[in-house]
C-alpha cells in the first residue's frame, strides 16, 4: 500500500477542476460537496484522485466502505455473481443468492424472532418500507420520530427526518401523522438536564406524558423510528437508560420499534449492529449503506408478525438485486472472519482517548462522544455557551483535505470520524493526531484557544 497522505499537487488540482466543471453544466446540484474531492480510485483506506493524489479515508463514502474500499472478497463474489445473473426481479420471480444473503441476516441481525426480510436499494427505501410494514401490521396511522435525526430524502423518509431545514425546505406537505419529539442530546440536552440519564428520562416521560397524554393516543402509534446514535445530526450517543426504556414504552402500548442502522450496522459501533450495547431488540430493523461493500442494496428485518403485507401490497424491482446480494455475502464473510467488530471497539476506545486527551487543553473541543469508529468531536466557540463552531469546522475539514485526510460533519458543527474497519492502527493513530494538531492551530488562530 503507497504511503499516505500523498499530495503531489495541490486539490483541486487541473483534472479535478475540469470535471467539476463538467459536472455543475450537466448534474443537478442539489447536493453540497464537503470538498472539491474528485475521486478516481479507492482502495481499502487509501482514496486517489484524479491528479494523482493519494489521501487517507476517514469518512469510508458515508460509513459505507466498512470492509474497504473495492475489498477483494466482495469484488470476486460480485464478479462471479455478475457472470451468471445480473437481474430477475425477485419481487416477481425467485433465486437462490437473495434466499441465502436473508437467511445470513435473520441469524446476525437483533430483530425480533423470528424474523423476515425485505430487500431495498438505499437506506430511505428501507425506512420507506418499515413505515409500510408498521402501519400494515398494526392498523395505526401515527408514527413518533425524533428531533435531530436523519432517516433519508423520499417523501415518506423525509417527513420523519428532522436534521436541518434545508432538507424539507419547499417539499409540504409531507406524510400526515408524523409526531416530532426531542432526541436525548446529552451536551444539549432539551430538558436542560445535567446529566445523561437524567436527559434519557425526561425524553421519555415527554413521549409518555406529554404527547400520550395529551396529544395521541397510544393505540393510535404504528411505530417509533429512531436512530440508536444520531448520524447526521451530529454523531450523537444517547444515554444508557434511553433505547432500553423507548423498547419497554412501545412494548407497554403494542407499538412497532424501528431501528434505523443505517449508518451504524454492520460492526460499525464495536458491535454487529449498535443496539446491542444496550441489549435492544427492535421489532423491525432497516439497514443499507455498509451491507453490500458500496453496491445499491438495503434491508428491512422484522418480526413476522410486522413482516406481514400481502401478496402485491409492496415490491420493488430492483431490490435484493442478485450480484449485490453477492456483495453483501462478502461483506458478512469477511466481517466474520476477520472479527471487525473487535477490531472497531479496540481502534475507536484509543481515537476516543486520544480525543478526550486534547479536549483538556482545546477550548474548541466541547464535546467527544462515540462507539466503536464511529466518533463525533463537537467544537464550539465556547464551552460556557456551547456556541458553535460552523465555520472553524469548514476551515478545518478543506484544511485536513488539502492536507490528504478526508474527514467530514455532521449536525451543526461536529467533525465525524468514520473510516474504513480495516485501516491500519498506525494510519488512523497518525490521522487522529494530524486532526488534533490542525484543531489546536485553528483554534489560536481564530482566538478561541489562549
Same mark, same amino acid.
Given at each position: 500500500m503507497a504511503s499516505v497522505p500523498r499530495?503531489?499537487?495541490?486539490?483541486?488540482?487541473?483534472?479535478?477542476?475540469?470535471?467539476?466543471?463538467?459536472?455543475?453544466?450537466?448534474?443537478?446540484?442539489?447536493?453540497?460537496?464537503?470538498?472539491?474531492?474528485?475521486?478516481?480510485?479507492?482502495?481499502?483506506?487509501?482514496?486517489?484522485?484524479?491528479?494523482?493524489?493519494?489521501?487517507?479515508?476517514?469518512?469510508?463514502?458515508?460509513a459505507v466502505l466498512n470492509v474497504g474500499g473495492s475489498n477483494p472478497l466482495v469484488v470476486r463474489r460480485a464478479k462471479e455473481q455478475l457472470e451468471k445473473l445480473v437481474h430477475y426481479s425477485l419481487t416477481d420471480f425467485y433465486y437462490e443468492v437473495a434466499v441465502e444473503l436473508a437467511e445470513k441476516l435473520v441469524t446476525i441481525v437483533p430483530s425480533r424472532r423470528p424474523s423476515k426480510v425485505f430487500f431495498t436499494n438505499s437506506g430511505a427505501e428501507s425506512i420507506e418500507a418499515s413505515i409500510k410494514v408498521a402501519r400494515?401490521?398494526?392498523?395505526?396511522?401515527?408514527?413518533?420520530?425524533? #428531533?435531530? &435525526?436523519?432517516?433519508?430524502? *423520499?417523501?415518506? %423518509?423525509?417527513?420523519?427526518?428532522?436534521?436541518?431545514?434545508? $432538507?424539507?425546505?419547499?417539499?409540504?406537505?409531507?406524510?400526515?401523522?408524523?409526531?416530532h419529539v426531542p432526541y436525548p442530546y446529552p451536551y444539549r440536552c432539551p430538558f436542560r438536564a445535567e446529566e445523561p440519564e437524567e436527559c434519557?428520562?425526561?425524553?421519555?416521560?415527554?413521549?409518555?406524558?406529554?404527547?400520550?397524554?395529551?396529544?395521541?393516543?397510544?393505540?393510535?402509534?404504528?411505530?417509533?423510528?429512531?436512530?440508536?446514535?444520531?448520524?447526521?445530526?451530529?454523531?450523537?450517543?444517547?444515554?444508557d437508560n434511553f433505547l432500553p426504556g423507548l423498547q419497554r414504552l412501545a412494548d407497554k402500548h403494542g407499538?412497532? #420499534?424501528? &431501528?434505523?442502522?443505517?449508518? *451504524?450496522?454492520? %460492526?460499525?459501533?464495536?458491535?454487529?449492529?449498535?443496539?446491542? $450495547?444496550?441489549?435492544?431488540?427492535?421489532?423491525?430493523?432497516?439497514?443499507a449503506k455498509a451491507i453490500a461493500g458500496g453496491l445499491p442494496l438495503g434491508a428491512v428485518v422484522g418480526h413476522e408478525h410486522v413482516m406481514s403485507i400481502e401478496p402485491g401490497g409492496h415490491a420493488t424491482t430492483f431490490g435484493g438485486n442478485p450480484v449485490s446480494a453477492a456483495a453483501a455475502l462478502g461483506v458478512i464473510e469477511f466481517i466474520e472472519r476477520e472479527r471487525l467488530w473487535e477490531r472497531a471497539a479496540r481502534l475507536g476506545g484509543e481515537a476516543l482517548r486520544r480525543f478526550m486527551e486534547a479536549a483538556e487543553n482545546i477550548e474548541m473541543i466541547g464535546d467527544v462522544r462515540g462507539k466503536g469508529l464511529m466518533i463525533g468531536v463537537e467544537l464550539v466557540r465556547s464551552r460556557t455557551t456551547k456556541e458553535p463552531a460552523r465555520r472553524e469546522l469548514e476551515e478545518l475539514l478543506i484544511r485536513l483535505f488539502k492536507k490528504g485526510y478526508l474527514v467530514i460533519g455532521a449536525g451543526v458543527s461536529t467533525l465525524r470520524l468514520a473510516p474504513p474497519l480495516t485501516i491500519p492502527e498506525d494510519v488512523l493513530m497518525s490521522a487522529v493526531d494530524a486532526i488534533i494538531e490542525e484543531v489546536r492551530r485553528v483554534c489560536k488562530e481564530r482566538g478561541i484557544c489562549k
Open positions: 499530495i503531489i499537487v495541490e486539490p483541486p488540482g487541473p483534472k479535478a477542476r475540469e470535471i467539476i466543471e463538467r459536472d455543475s453544466r450537466v448534474l443537478m446540484q442539489s447536493f453540497v460537496r464537503w470538498y472539491p474531492l474528485v475521486v478516481e480510485e479507492v482502495r481499502d483506506y487509501v482514496v486517489k484522485d484524479v491528479d494523482g493524489n493519494l489521501y487517507v479515508d476517514l469518512n469510508a463514502g458515508i400494515y401490521s398494526t392498523g395505526r396511522q401515527y408514527i413518533i420520530a425524533f #428531533l435531530g &435525526a436523519f432517516h433519508g430524502r *423520499t417523501m415518506g %423518509a423525509l417527513s420523519l427526518t428532522a436534521s436541518k431545514p434545508v $432538507h424539507r425546505r419547499r417539499f409540504s406537505p409531507l406524510l400526515p401523522g408524523v409526531i434519557g428520562d425526561a425524553v421519555l416521560g415527554f413521549i409518555e406524558d406529554w404527547v400520550f397524554g395529551k396529544l395521541v393516543d397510544p393505540t393510535e402509534v404504528a411505530a417509533i423510528v429512531v436512530e440508536p446514535i444520531l448520524g447526521e445530526g451530529g454523531y450523537v450517543v444517547p444515554p407499538i412497532v #420499534l424501528v &431501528a434505523d442502522e443505517v449508518q *451504524t450496522g454492520f %460492526a460499525r459501533t464495536g458491535r454487529w449492529f449498535a443496539v446491542e $450495547h444496550w441489549n435492544v431488540r427492535p421489532h423491525v430493523i432497516a439497514l
